[in-house]
């Protein structure tokens, strides 16, 4: 008996230990999840007129360009998967690799054949593991991305893009993320960055009274819009980062609050058994010294006889 409340002892000591150590983590990934939002709300509105400064000359000129036009026959498309460095953070990253499977599954029933890059080592080891042809990965930033990173993850996107198919370009660029929507809610979402639904930006309508810029092109269309190429797909991958990095922190503090929560739980249940066989062992030492002492009193009484 006395074994047993050791091994529970052993155990309530072990769970203390681990409790502390995701309680600390969940209280650090609190703290970065608020400065995640915070650069997410600084980056959108930049983000958002970009695009419609691309809407803007896409619409007002008959340019063809990679950025605006559509293949007549897309042949090649690139999917861009945005995962994290490290894990504990629940469903993240296999919500984000099943959209991005269900993309690929897509693209490919379409007759397309799909080049994808990954960010982050989680997504870059599951496919890894089921050896899948990966074109570039990145890692090492995902907690905390730049716009730096984001450039750097851009360039390669925007010379494939450039390219004829022929010569390894693609005809499309999709990037599959996880949306911040709330602390309790994110979700992992795909889109496709290039070419520029037209189509779909001309449909919103403006807020009332709220009046459209006008643009003059200077020196051209076309040129305009081989500036704002970079431009454009560096804001939207390093708003779809810090989008990403900001859902991580927040799936990192769910889970470390739920492990808490459960070592608390497996403690005052292990507290319980330690108690019932402390009782038990304590009752079982009284019950012997009882058994001893009746037995040593008829041993005496017998003895007088």
Do not use: C
């Amino acid at each position: 008996m006395g074994a047993q409340l050791r091994v529970y002892k052993r155990r309530i000591k072990s769970v203390t230990a681990t409790k502390k150590i995701t309680k600390a983590m969940e209280m650090i990934a609190a703290s970065r999840v608020v400065k995640a939002q915070r650069k997410v709300a600084a980056s959108t509105p930049y983000a958002t007129e970009l695009t419609r400064a691309v809407t803007a000359v896409g619409t007002g000129s008959n340019t063809k360009h990679p950025l605006t036009t559509e293949a007549e026959t897309a042949t090649r498309t690139a999917v861009l998967l945005l995962t994290s460095d490290r894990g504990l953070a629940g469903a993240f990253n296999s919500n984000a690799i099943k959209a991005a499977e269900q993309l690929t599954a897509r693209l490919e029933a379409e007759g397309k054949e799909v080049d994808t890059y990954i960010v982050g080592r989680r997504g870059l080891a599951h496919y890894n593991f089921r050896e899948r042809k990966v074109v570039e990965s990145w890692s090492g930033f995902t907690d905390e991305p730049t716009y730096a990173d984001a450039k750097k993850v851009a360039a390669p996107l925007i010379e494939a893009i450039e390219k004829e198919t022929a010569e390894g370009g693609v005809d499309e660029l999709h990037i599959v993320y996880t949306e911040f929507v709330s602390m309790m809610t994110q979700t992992a979402i795909d889109g496709r960055l290039l070419p520029l639904s037209l189509e779909e930006v001309a449909e919103e309508k403006p807020a009332k009274g709220e009046i459209l810029p006008l643009y003059d092109f200077e020196p051209s269309a076309e040129d305009v819009l081989d500036a704002l190429l970079p431009r454009y797909v560096e804001s939207r991958i390093y708003n779809a980062l810090l989008q990403s990095a900001a859902s991580k922190h927040a799936a990192t503090r769910r889970a470390m609050k739920s492990a808490t929560d459960n070592a608390g739980d497996l403690i005052n249940s292990l507290s319980r058994l330690a108690n019932a066989a402390r009782q038990a062992e304590i009752t079982q030492e009284i019950s012997e010294i009882v058994g001893g002492t009746a037995a040593l009193a008829d041993a005496t009484a017998g003895s007088d006889k």
